[in-house]
């Protein structure tokens, strides 16, 4: 197991510092650079070999790559530039980082309570009507976009009815505030208003961010329930007048839970990575929203932190399926 987890580890770093490069890099051939994004109209010859020396960008591109990434090391990416000018970008980032998380965890419950549950419903009733009405229900959902959902939802149930807010992660309310987590803050400070406020903000985005998520759980457990109600194991164990519960819990979903459990972990760095439109359509103050906005105005110390925190995310939480995985089944440890 060890060996294991040093091998992941050594992966994880490499594809980091691979994509700190390719991102260094990026940023600076997109057009315009820092020094058009900062100056903007006012940028005369003089005020840009000033700025260009200024911020070393006179140097060699290594040179300025090995800064960088010194100075990431020690948790200093620059400072806002239009986002939030002046604000240091690493905090930024932290501040915005609860609103995602919070969105992306009711997301994946909500993905996970029907996916699951649905895809075994569908897999015990195979080619049935339930079982075909249920995966034109899945491919509705990958198939819609996540913008266009959340644009017909917000419509629909905050515009039209006025159901639940339009935007905004909570109403204007006197809460205090502890982690940032609206409704975990409402929890521990007993303000129980505010607590149920967060949480009506979060119906409507939490569908739109995880309709694709519970596509994909659905039809992965749907296709792990058939291919494990098949084994000659679960014939015998039915055979041996074993009860229905039973044989649904030891030995098939024990069995079917394996790739659904990768799955569940994949979708989880994609949520906390891929939030960019919901948090963008329905105002929500993440990580997401950040990007959408660092994007248009070019601010490019939020954009270098806000990436490569998106992917580190994704990185680590691949990695602890990973090792989910090799504790649930030995033999991927040896692969």
């Known amino acids: 197991m060890a060996r294991f987890l040093i091998r ?12 700190s ?61 239009r986002v939030l000018p002046g604000a240091d970008a690493l905090d930024i980032f932290l501040t915005r980082l609860p609103a995602t998380i919070e969105l992306s965890a009711f997301a994946l419950v909500f993905a996970v309570a029907l996916g699951i549950p649905l895809g075994y419903v569908a897999a015990r009733r195979a080619n049935s009507p339930v079982d075909s009405g249920l995966v034109i229900l899945s491919l509705v959902g990958v198939a819609v976009p996540v913008f266009f959902l959340a644009f017909f939802l917000k419509y629909q149930f905050a515009v039209d009815h006025n159901w639940f807010p339009v935007s905004g992660r ?60 098949g084994e000659d194991y679960v014939r015998t164990a039915e055979s041996k007048g074993l009860t229905a519960r039973v044989v649904r819990g030891r030995h098939v979903l024990r069995n079917a839970m394996l790739p659904v459990v990768t799955t569940i972990g994949l979708q989880t760095g994609l949520l906390l990575a891929g939030a960019v439109l919901t948090e963008k359509v329905f105002n929500w103050g993440g990580i997401g929203n950040a990007l959408a906005d660092a994007f248009q105005y070019r601010d490019y110390s939020v954009l270098q932190i806000l990436i490569l925190a998106a992917a580190l995310i994704y990185v680590v939480i691949n990695l602890l399926v990973d090792i989910s995985y090799a504790i649930i089944d030995p ?3 040896t692969r």
Request: aromatic share 8%; charged share 20%.
């Open 8 to 19: 992941r580890l050594l992966q994880m770093v490499l594809v980091v510092f691979v994509l």
């Open 21 to 81: 490069v390719m991102l260094f890099l990026w940023l600076r051939a997109l057009p315009g650079g820092t020094v058009s994004a900062i100056l903007g109209e006012r940028a005369t010859p003089e005020t840009r070999a000033a700025l260009t020396k200024a911020l070393g960008l006179d140097e060699p591109i290594w040179v300025q790559y090995g800064k960088f990434l010194w100075r990431a090391l020690h948790g200093d990416f620059g400072t806002s530039t």
């Open 170 to 229: 909570q109403d204007n309310l006197s809460c205090t505030r502890i982690t940032n987590f609206f409704v975990l803050d409402g929890l521990l400070t007993r303000e129980l208003d505010c607590s149920a406020s967060a949480l009506k903000h979060l119906v409507l985005p939490s569908i739109a961010l995880g309709t694709i998520p519970f596509a994909v759980i659905f039809r992965i457990t749907r296709a792990s329930v058939l291919d494990v109600l």
């Open 331 to 333: 033999r991927v440890r």
